[in-house]
């Protein structure tokens, strides 16, 4: 016989796998000798768990031993042929161990150093005590044995679904798929945006690209007018704009007063809640002095109240409030209050477009308080993709309202109708 030795090494939870590939490469039959180590970590604190495996299958080992190879055990035979090192790559200690694959089944051996030496004068009693750990080992194997495989069914279950799943998607969407996983919106998002897609168009709506587009469009654009809770029109008379530091809020709003006043000829009222950064008040006033619109600046809801009844005869009032940490609970009641001055005031929720997916989350659950019912998206120009706002929008079931694409006043707003904002959304995160 000859023994042919491999190395494998990974992740602790990645064993099941490489007992896979060990039965692939070695066959049902092979030796198999395992190590767990960390790796990384400081002090012994965190890391990762990993595991060492050496497999082989056996070789005659007649020539190097007094006894014949028939009666060497294969523990002894494992021993022989691979390393007997303690430590792992990174120089920390490794527990050992290992099992002799048997027609699929581990039969576990004890780990070398466990134990004691036996001298021919103590054979009877150490085979009394190997007959009572063979039976111990052998109910142990049967127990890894179930763990293994359940492990492996569980494995093979779940990636059977994945690819069923994937079958399940026609060509183009399948593509599209890709266009939008690529632009950063999320694996579980994507399929089930496309599955709604797929249920709700007829087969010759899927027949190229640019009409799997337009079927994936008009999907998304019922899904968040279904989903959103939607109140009063595109353009509301009384807009507090909400939202977390640097995201623009304080430009938008001179944007959406400058295009009402000057386009649209509306005559227009602005309040300031800004009052923990002087220089945004300085830049309102700066602004409505320039346009010749009323500006008052407010340090509580009664205050906003008299403002709002002052500005009574105004076609369109904008609300300026602090840009607030997501995680500060007191700056977020006094918003919510704020926002609760008035039962007229309509709030939308200014995200910048180049705020990562998870930190858009966090955004919306922690300004939820405000009750906003709208998006406005700002510095859409500094960002290659909209994937992830779109992702926003699809999972809180809301459109935008505008969106921002640079700092010039009034010119650099996109204003028009939602359908056609969110196309331009859906466009861009398939770029």
Not at 195 to 201: G, H, K, N, Y
């Amino acid at each position: 016989m000859v023994m042919r030795i491999k190395r494998y090494e990974g992740e602790e939870k990645e064993l099941p796998r490489i007992i896979r590939q060990v039965k692939r490469d070695l066959g049902e039959n092979a030796v198999v000798k395992t190590r767990r180590y960390k790796r990384g970590g400081v002090l012994g604190l965190g890391g990762r768990l990993m595991v060492e495996v050496y497999a082989g299958v056996e070789r005659d080992l007649s020539a190097e031993s007094d006894k014949p190879a028939s009666a060497i055990s294969s523990s002894e035979l494992l021993e022989r042929l691979l390393p007997r090192t303690s430590n792992g790559p990174t120089g920390h200690g490794g527990q050992q161990g290992g099992f002799i694959l048997q027609n699929g089944s581990p039969v576990i051996y004890q780990p070398p150093g466990m134990s004691p030496a036996v001298s021919p004068s103590a054979s009877a009693t150490v085979t009394e005590s190997s007959s009572r750990l063979e039976t111990e080992i052998q109910r142990l194997a049967r127990e890894i044995a179930q763990i293994r495989r359940s492990l492996e069914e569980g494995g093979g279950a779940e990636e059977r679904r994945q690819e069923s799943e994937k079958q399940k998607l026609p060509r183009w969407l399948e593509h599209l798929r890709e266009k939008l996983v690529g632009n950063e919106i999320g694996e579980k998002v994507a399929r089930e945006m496309l599955t709604e897609t797929l249920q709700a168009a007829e087969p010759e709506a899927l027949v190229d690209f640019e009409a799997t587009l337009a079927a994936f469009q008009r999907t998304i654009a019922g899904t968040i007018e279904a989903r959103g809770s939607l109140k009063g029109s595109q353009s509301p008379r009384i807009l507090a704009l909400a939202g977390p530091t640097g995201v623009g809020k304080t430009t938008t709003l001179a944007k959406l007063a400058a295009t009402a006043n000057l386009m649209d000829k509306e005559r227009v009222g602005l309040v300031s809640a800004d009052t923990y950064r002087i220089a945004a008040i300085d830049q309102l006033r700066t602004f409505a002095g320039i346009l010749d619109i009323p500006l008052k600046v407010v340090f509580s809801p009664a205050e906003l109240r008299e403002a709002l009844k002052e500005f009574s005869d105004m076609d369109r009032i904008y609300i300026d409030t602090a840009g607030r940490s997501p995680n500060n609970d007191d700056r977020m009641e006094e918003l919510r209050e704020l926002v609760a001055a008035h039962e007229d005031v309509e709030c939308h929720l200014v995200v910048s477009a180049t705020t990562r997916p998870r930190d858009m989350e966090l955004v919306c659950d922690r300004f939820r308080p405000a009750k906003f019912s709208r998006f406005i998206i700002t510095k859409i120009d500094e960002t290659c993709t909209l994937g992830p706002a779109l992702a926003l929008m699809y999972k809180e079931g809301l459109p935008a309202s505008y969106l921002t694409n640079g700092q010039s006043v009034p010119d650099d707003i996109v204003l028009g109708a939602e359908s056609d904002l969110l196309s331009l959304v859906i466009r861009r995160s398939m770029a």
